[in-house]
């Protein structure tokens, strides 16, 4: 796919995703471990032969930014395009970014100056491993103007961030709309769109000058009639993450092995930076179960069913299960959390309970001591 541009949108405005992404952008979300959610977007990319790649920037872009670096870990520190990280761009007339199309506008430059004849824009909130060739010979094949790749996983129909597809037999999009599914035979959009670049460049001009902001609502939603929108399906599993809820739900298949298995397939890498650490210590008394632990961690007390991060502390007596324990956390004596998410560099001291439910998982902060 050396004709295809990528663009990943890195989130903004993520309140849903609450203390998760208070200093972060949802695509520098840690998952399963050691990965950001960007990883899995652009390790699709990568691999679907897409070597020039633009992730445009809105605001807490720092620990993404120190994530992605030169792109070595993709193989995108190239001297003929690669990764290109393109800070936000702010005028009189935006202030604050309103919406994708303003993000857009804002790097204008660099599409018009990219030489590819298509564009793969996407957003950066799904976990899934897929290679993107099928999508482009749909496009083509159909004689589509825009294609979305679509899904009809539960996790998608019900959300209600989701945008909602109702398709003729063609596959051809009759009508969109947002929210949960309201429809029999409804399809959800996983927020990737192909298209020619110069439509998409088309499609930005004529919504700054009308004020319009958003591209599902001022390009899809009101384009049907203009536009050949079809509905390209994806049948491989994918996992949604737009709420703590779906963060926690989500990160919890992975301890699947069918659902691990088809995301980390080693014919189809997902690529991540790559940090230098010793293996993992377990201590005699260690206990784990069907767990995901990184490296670098010292586990001494009893983990099950829970995803443990680089550097972790899990101390003699305490028991983490159902659990997201992120980077370099530590897990004093005697501790019980259960269906708890806690983020980087926390500490809960000896003794302490955090106990939540799966659908309303507790979320710590980052830094927090409790």
């Known amino acids: 796919m050396n004709d295809t541009l990528g663009i990943i949108m890195t ?5 849903a995703l609450g203390e998760l992404t208070q200093m972060r952008a949802r695509a520098a979300l840690p998952v399963c471990g050691r990965y950001r959610l960007i990883d899995f977007t652009l390790s699709n990319m990568v ?6 790649v633009g992730v445009p920037t809105t605001s807490h872009y720092r620990s993404l930014m120190d994530h992605l670096g030169s792109g070595k870990e993709w193989d995108l520190n190239r001297k003929l395009y690669g990764l290109f990280i393109l800070p936000p761009y702010l005028s009189h007339e935006n202030g604050d970014s309103c919406g994708d199309i303003d993000i857009l506008n804002g790097i204008m430059d660099y599409l018009t100056r990219s030489k590819q004849k298509y564009v793969l824009l996407s957003g950066s909130d799904a976990i899934y491993n897929t290679n993107y060739s099928f ?5 083509i094949s159909h004689n589509a103007d825009i294609s979305v790749l679509s899904t009809a996983q539960a996790s998608y129909l019900s959300s209600p961030h989701g945008i909602q597809l109702n398709c003729r037999e063609d596959g051809s999009v009759r009508e969109i709309e947002l929210g949960a599914a309201t429809f029999d035979g409804a399809r959800s959009s996983m927020g990737v769109y192909f298209l020619e670049k110069d439509l998409l460049c088309r499609c930005i001009s004529r919504c700054v000058s009308r004020g319009f902001h958003d591209f599902v609502r001022d390009v899809l939603l009101h384009g049907t009639s203009e536009n050949r929108i079809f509905s390209c399906p994806y049948t491989g599993y994918v996992g949604h993450i737009d709420s703590v809820s779906s963060f926690f739900r989500e990160s919890m298949k992975l301890l699947d092995p069918k659902v691990y298995a088809e995301i980390f397939n080693p014919q189809a890498p997902i690529y991540t930076k790559v940090k230098d650490q010793i293996p993992t210590i377990y201590g005699p008394r260690a206990k784990v179960k069907n ?6 961690c010292t ?10 991060f680089r550097g972790v502390e899990i101390n003699e007596g305490s028991t983490v299960t159902n659990s997201i324990v992120m980077q370099q956390s530590q897990i004093q004596k005697d501790v019980v ?6 983020d980087k560099n926390v500490i809960v001291r000896h003794s302490r309970r955090l106990i939540g439910q799966e659908s309303y998982p507790i979320v710590i902060g980052k830094n927090a001591v409790v």
């Open 291 to 296: 767990s995901i632990i990184a490296d670098g």
């Open 299 to 308: 586990i001494n007390g009893t983990v099950e069913n829970s995803i443990v």
């Open 337 to 342: 959390l259960d269906c708890a998410v806690l």
């Open 11 to 15: 989130g903004f405005g993520d309140s």
């Open 47 to 52: 691999n679907s032969g897409i070597t020039n």
């Open 135 to 139: 999508l482009r010979e749909f496009h």
